[in-house]
């Protein structure tokens, strides 16, 4: 019987078209935030600040940040002046990104590993929802990057963390940065989108015989129509959700997906 669910949970789906040490102190002064021990920059170049809108950002280690490898896409004119999930307008000729859990706001670098081109930008969508895909920049941004032509590209994000004050210490003033705990929020995984709704229906009624929380949303494409999302799991971190989409993985679907809700 379990084999039977898996098969037809799975043929469902075919429907569906080197990390440094750091040091922190904690401040009295700054209850609530980190002083980051930077090390030299000439023997540390990652740490080098970056001037956004008058204000001065730091990237965020691995220990307390959010660094990510994979595909980078992009997305325009179809979208322009069209509401992102944070309610902002889309202006593909800002630079601004798409990403599937960091948080609304969230500075990041983003980094062509095919030729060390970077640009900074600022999380103000969700997506791309597409597995393996980790960023979708604006027209603008892509532009920057050499993203245009190729369309798809390898990248490392890094988030980045505002500085709010400066401390002194023995080696002399550091930076006082401001750290989000990325890796905590309200997470979900995408299993699939269908275009037919019973479909998605029957999915979501047999993966309810193995997960708690099972909910199937409707959303508008441009290009596909109206699509049925089925979603399993509502998690509290970004390690517990990434147990469920590798549980899920290990099932057949090996398309899943983390995702904020």
Known sequence: ?????????????????????????????YPHKKVIIIPDKSKDPTFRPYMINGETYYPLPD??????????SWYGRKFHGRPTA????FNMFKKSGAHKTLPMGTYVSILNLSNNKEIVVRINDRGPFVKGRIIDLSYAAAKEIDLVGPGTIRVKIVALGRQVGKQKSSQGEKPVVEI????????????GAFKIRENALILADRLKVIFDYVDTIACDDDEKGTLYRVRVSRSKTLSKAGKIEKKLEGMGFEEAFIVSL
């Open 1 to 29: 019987m379990k084999k039977f669910i898996i098969f037809s949970l799975s043929f469902l789906l075919l429907l569906v078209s080197c990390s440094r040490e750091r040091h922190y102190v904690r401040s009295s002064k």
């Open 63 to 72: 220990s307390d940040g959010f660094v990510q490898f994979g595909k980078a």
């Open 86 to 89: 944070c309610g902002e307008r």
């Open 180 to 191: 989000t705990d990325l890796r905590k929020g309200e997470f979900t995984v995408q299993v």
